[in-house]
């Protein structure tokens, strides 16, 4: 009622103007934005947080459950998760945030905003549902618009975290002598919230259309923003994450069978098989990146922050922040950011198919038709780091496919099964042939180096046999971090008026989150 009152005075003025003749300045758009920023969070005593199933915001009631230095940790008051699980204290999480994941991650990465005051980090403990373990929603980067139930914002830091579901999970893994996977999600869902401020440039509450006028919004590609917080988890001293490096390999209890063949590296589903496909390369990227924690600290803050440069928002800026890296050698490499990708990633692919099996001595490197040499100074250079040398340990191995013709989006890759010393006849297709050892066979890995968006069709020199089916590559919708709740922005635009204020408030209600297994 008060904002049609306001509305209704200035359609008043505008029709009755003042005995000076002076045209009035139009401050509606100011008024509607001073009511808007004007509302708080007031009719919530507990905090809002998003139904997954529903995708709308809602109030639910938490209490205190332990507080540290650096994090307040809140549980819904309709569980206990203490009393549920023998062994298991709010206390020893707060504990562990304190001494190990805040100090660690905001080590490597940089620090979070705090748009609240109160220096903490809110830890807010409930049953998620969907398999998700945790998430981060910048939604509570905005101010509060009670009329509005599709984005509620508590205006504060905040990580949801799954309780019953993950710590189930963590039982089974400390059984196995495994990471926790708890306190883990929790180091994964602080990188998110830490990106955050660098990804979209804001480091306070969003009050003002100044704010992001002339902001082009533009998020960081998932793959690297979700592999970055792969690793802070390992960083934080909760890996290495021995089941994402099984799901690459290939598990033949779950819906890894075949490993990662026929995923791309680019393009997220939110699937576990594209969780182990970003841990395990950028987990390779940032362990050769430098010779010690300090300079492989210093690559991993310079791609979610910036250097003089670009931030690590997409493969290409990736690749540009990894010339400022201690180890990157532009002789091995090259300065292209095609070139730096195919071969990094060939180097990572063999290594990781095996060494016996693709000895670098003998394994020859073809980008296109052009021979690039054996593999023998560039897996020198960028050794697989000892924490992911089980992905070639285990028992089960990458789907062996034979054919011809390969249809294949950026990144994606084969193990092909079969007799060619020939590299594939696109240019942009990167091969790697086994030099036929005869432990093994012939075989050789392939995949597409392009670093755009665009599919290649490779023919590589075989004789014709039937073409490789991904059907049953196809991902499992059960597997997955739903997708219609997964990220909730429409595309780029320039929001420079009150609708591009509520424009804002929908293009920011995404999830950024972590799937358990």
Same mark, same amino acid.
């Given at each position: 009622?008060?904002?049609?009152?306001?509305?209704?005075?200035?359609?008043?003025?505008?029709?009755?103007?003042?005995?000076?003749?002076?045209?009035?300045?139009?401050?509606?758009?100011?008024?509607?934005?001073?009511?808007?920023?004007?509302?708080?969070?007031?009719?919530?005593?507990?905090?809002?947080?998003?139904?997954?199933?529903?995708?709308?915001?809602?109030?639910?009631?938490?209490?205190?459950?332990?507080?540290?230095?650096?994090?307040?940790?809140?549980?819904?008051?309709?569980?206990?998760?203490?009393?549920?699980?023998?062994?298991?204290?709010?206390?020893?999480?707060?504990?562990?945030?304190?001494?190990?994941?805040?100090?660690?991650?905001?080590?490597?990465?940089?620090?979070?905003?705090?748009?609240?005051?109160?220096?903490?980090?809110?830890?807010?403990?409930?049953?998620?549902?969907?398999?998700?373990?945790?998430?981060?929603?910048?939604?509570?980067?905005?101010?509060?618009?009670?009329?509005?139930?599709?984005?509620?914002?508590?205006?504060?830091?905040?990580?949801?975290?799954?309780?019953?579901?993950?710590?189930?999970?963590?039982?089974?893994?400390?059984?196995?002598?495994?990471?926790?996977?708890?306190?883990?999600?929790?180091?994964?869902?602080?990188?998110?919230?830490?990106?955050?401020?660098?990804?979209?440039?804001?480091?306070?509450?969003?009050?003002?259309?100044?704010?992001?006028?002339?902001?082009?919004?533009?998020?960081?590609?998932?793959?690297?923003?979700?592999?970055?917080?792969?690793?802070?988890?390992?960083?934080?001293?909760?890996?290495?994450?021995?089941?994402?490096?099984?799901?690459?390999?290939?598990?033949?209890?779950?819906?890894?069978?075949?490993?990662?063949?026929?995923?791309?590296?680019?393009?997220?589903?939110?699937?576990?098989?594209?969780?182990?496909?970003?841990?395990?390369?950028?987990?390779?990227?940032?362990?050769?990146?430098?010779?010690?924690?300090?300079?492989?600290?210093?690559?991993?803050?310079?791609?979610?922050?910036?250097?003089?440069?670009?931030?690590?928002?997409?493969?290409?800026?990736?690749?540009?922040?990894?010339?400022?890296?201690?180890?990157?050698?532009?002789?091995?490499?090259?300065?292209?950011?095609?070139?730096?990708?195919?071969?990094?990633?060939?180097?990572?692919?063999?290594?990781?198919?095996?060494?016996?099996?693709?000895?670098?001595?003998?394994?020859?490197?073809?980008?296109?038709?052009?021979?690039?040499?054996?593999?023998?100074?560039?897996?020198?250079?960028?050794?697989?780091?000892?924490?992911?040398?089980?992905?070639?340990?285990?028992?089960?191995?990458?789907?062996?496919?034979?054919?011809?013709?390969?249809?294949?989006?950026?990144?994606?890759?084969?193990?092909?099964?079969?007799?060619?010393?020939?590299?594939?006849?696109?240019?942009?297709?990167?091969?790697?042939?086994?030099?036929?050892?005869?432990?093994?066979?012939?075989?050789?890995?392939?995949?597409?180096?392009?670093?755009?968006?665009? %599919?290649?069709? @490779? $023919?590589?020199? #075989? /004789?014709?046999? !039937?073409? *490789?089916?991904?059907?049953?590559? &196809? =991902?499992?919708?059960?597997?997955?971090?739903?997708?219609?709740?997964?990220? %909730?922005?429409? @595309? $780029?635009?320039? #929001? /420079?008026?009150? !609708?591009? *204020?509520?424009?804002?408030?929908? &293009? =920011?209600?995404?999830?950024?989150?972590?799937?358990?297994?």
């Amino acid at each position: 009622m008060r904002k049609v009152i306001l509305l209704l005075s200035l359609i008043i003025l505008n029709c009755f103007p003042p005995f000076v003749p002076e045209k009035p300045k139009d401050n509606s758009q100011a008024i509607l934005l001073a009511l808007l920023l004007s509302r708080r969070n007031t009719s919530c005593a507990g905090f809002f947080v998003r139904d997954v199933f529903t995708d709308e915001s809602v109030c639910r009631s938490f209490r205190l459950v332990a507080s540290g230095t650096n994090a307040d940790i809140y549980e819904e008051s309709s569980i206990n998760m203490e009393r549920q699980f023998s062994g298991f204290t709010y206390s020893s999480v707060a504990t562990a945030f304190d001494t190990n994941i805040y100090p660690r991650v905001t080590s490597a990465i940089g620090t979070p905003t705090d748009v609240d005051g109160n220096r903490k980090v809110i830890i807010l403990v409930y049953n998620i549902g969907f398999g998700i373990g945790g998430f981060f929603d910048p939604i509570n980067f905005l101010p509060d618009d009670p009329n509005d139930s599709f984005g509620r914002s508590n205006q504060k830091e905040i990580i949801y975290i799954d309780g019953s579901t993950l710590l189930n999970i963590r039982r089974r893994d400390l059984s196995a002598n495994l990471p926790d996977p708890f306190l883990g999600t929790i180091a994964h869902e602080l990188q998110h919230l830490i990106r955050f401020r660098y990804e979209l440039g804001f480091t306070t509450i969003i009050r003002t259309l100044n704010d992001i006028t002339n902001k082009n919004l533009t998020f960081d590609d998932t793959w690297i923003n979700e592999g970055t917080s792969e690793i802070s988890s390992d960083i934080a001293g909760y890996g290495p994450q021995v089941n994402r490096m099984s799901c690459f390999r290939g598990d033949p209890n779950s819906s890894c069978t075949n490993g990662n063949t026929g995923i791309s590296l680019f393009t997220w589903n939110g699937s576990i098989r594209n969780y182990a496909s970003v841990y395990t390369f950028m987990s390779y990227l940032y362990n050769v990146s430098g010779i010690n924690e300090t300079e492989r600290n210093n690559f991993l803050r310079n791609t979610v922050q910036g250097n003089t440069t670009v931030r690590g928002s997409t493969i290409t800026n990736l690749m540009t922040g990894f010339q400022s890296a201690a180890r990157f050698n532009s002789t091995i490499l090259t300065s292209d950011q095609s070139g730096m990708f195919r071969r990094l990633y060939a180097s990572f692919l063999s290594q990781a198919f095996n060494p016996a099996r693709y000895p670098a001595a003998t394994s020859t490197l073809f980008i296109g038709t052009t021979n690039a040499g054996n593999l023998t100074t560039l897996n020198t250079q960028y050794p697989l780091p000892t924490n992911l040398n089980q992905i070639h340990n285990f028992a089960s191995a990458f789907g062996i496919v034979k054919g011809s013709n390969f249809i294949m989006d950026p990144s994606i890759f084969y193990r092909v099964s079969e007799n060619s010393a020939l590299a594939p006849d696109n240019t942009d297709a990167v091969k790697i042939w086994n030099g036929n050892p005869v432990a093994f066979g012939p075989e050789f890995i392939i995949f597409n180096g392009r670093i755009d968006t665009n %599919r290649i069709v @490779s $023919t590589a020199s #075989l /004789k014709t046999l !039937d073409q *490789f089916q991904t059907k049953n590559e &196809n =991902l499992i919708s059960s597997d997955s971090c739903p997708r219609s709740y997964y990220e %909730r922005y429409s @595309s $780029t635009r320039n #929001l /420079k008026s009150i !609708d591009g *204020f509520e424009n804002l408030r929908r &293009n =920011l209600a995404f999830i950024r989150c972590k799937e358990v297994e």
